[in-house]
């Protein structure tokens, strides 16, 4: 029997799941709330007679019991079974386990669920982003010629990652294990990293504290801040002037990484080089 391996993270804030169906993808709502399926992750054949229903139920659970399911959040999700079967018993019909789901319950709360059969490793944090660009769900730039977000050419390639309030997917979910994982090799892969000025408190909406910014957690990270650039103030134009000097200085071999911006511990824009002392 195929098994399943699946990831499920949280989307913090929340999204529409509807937005995912498009012209041929599985809609359900109900009273606990709404799943929303893309793609085939397994197919289970649904035959004929009196009991094929109780025998595709049957097979659907052990193939569902036997996935393994990767929650970190604790998203309480996993791969389900969906279908619309015929009525008459002599006809015969399918049930489909869906490649990316996305749910949302009650309290307006969505996750995610990409799933592949084993032996295939679960999606790894890039491939999910990945499959959430395609969904529209998230955005960013890839090099001419495809690839994928990890998978960069390396010659004279510098990268530019910017976040801010309205990031959909949570920093620890996707973004911060490909920044590890484009940081991590002997010849690290040259990264700034940007986002606009911090919200003033008295202009936060609502009583719920503000989301982690990237350039916070970069900065606290004893690696990462080795490693990654940052500017604080991309909604500036010192923070944009700030931007390309550092690309400037993240020289793919032999970068000079620096923290830029109005917060403290950072300076407003990155020292200009003296052409005649080289410093």
Request: proline share 11%; glycine share 12%; charged share 25%.
């Amino acid at each position: 029997m195929t098994r399943l391996r699946s990831r499920t993270v949280r989307l913090d804030p929340p999204v529409d799941p509807f937005d995912l169906a498009g012209g041929t993808g599985f809609v359900w709502s109900g009273p606990g709330g709404e799943l929303v399926g893309t793609g085939t992750a397994a197919r289970i054949p649904v035959g004929t007679g009196a009991d094929r229903v109780e025998r595709a139920a049957e097979a659907a659970a052990a193939l569902l019991a036997g996935a393994e399911v990767d929650d970190p959040a604790g998203a309480e999700g996993g791969p389900v079974a969906v279908g619309a079967l015929p009525f008459s018993p002599e006809a015969p019909g399918e049930l489909v386990v869906p490649a990316l789901l996305l749910r949302r319950d009650i309290a307006g709360a969505t996750s995610v669920t990409a799933t592949v059969p084993a032996p295939a490793a679960p999606p790894s944090a890039s491939e999910l982003l990945a499959r959430l660009r395609e969904a529209e769900f998230v955005d960013y730039d890839v090099p001419d010629g495809g690839g994928d977000v990890v998978r960069l050419p390396a010659s004279g390639l510098r990268i530019v990652v910017v976040s801010g309030p309205d990031a959909s997917v949570p920093l620890g979910d996707a973004l911060m294990p490909v920044l590890t994982d484009l940081t991590s090799d002997d010849q690290p892969a040259p990264v700034v990293a940007v986002e606009p000025s911090r919200v003033p408190e008295d202009q936060i909406d609502g009583d719920d504290p503000p989301a982690e910014r990237l350039v916070d957690v970069i900065r606290d990270d004893g690696d990462l801040s080795q490693y990654v650039s940052t500017v604080d103030d991309l909604d500036r134009v010192s923070g944009r002037v700030a931007t390309v000097l550092a690309l400037v200085d993240a020289q793919p071999g032999s970068p000079r990484i620096g923290h830029y911006g109005t917060e403290d511990g950072t300076e407003l824009l990155p020292p200009v080089e003296d052409a005649e002392s080289g410093s």
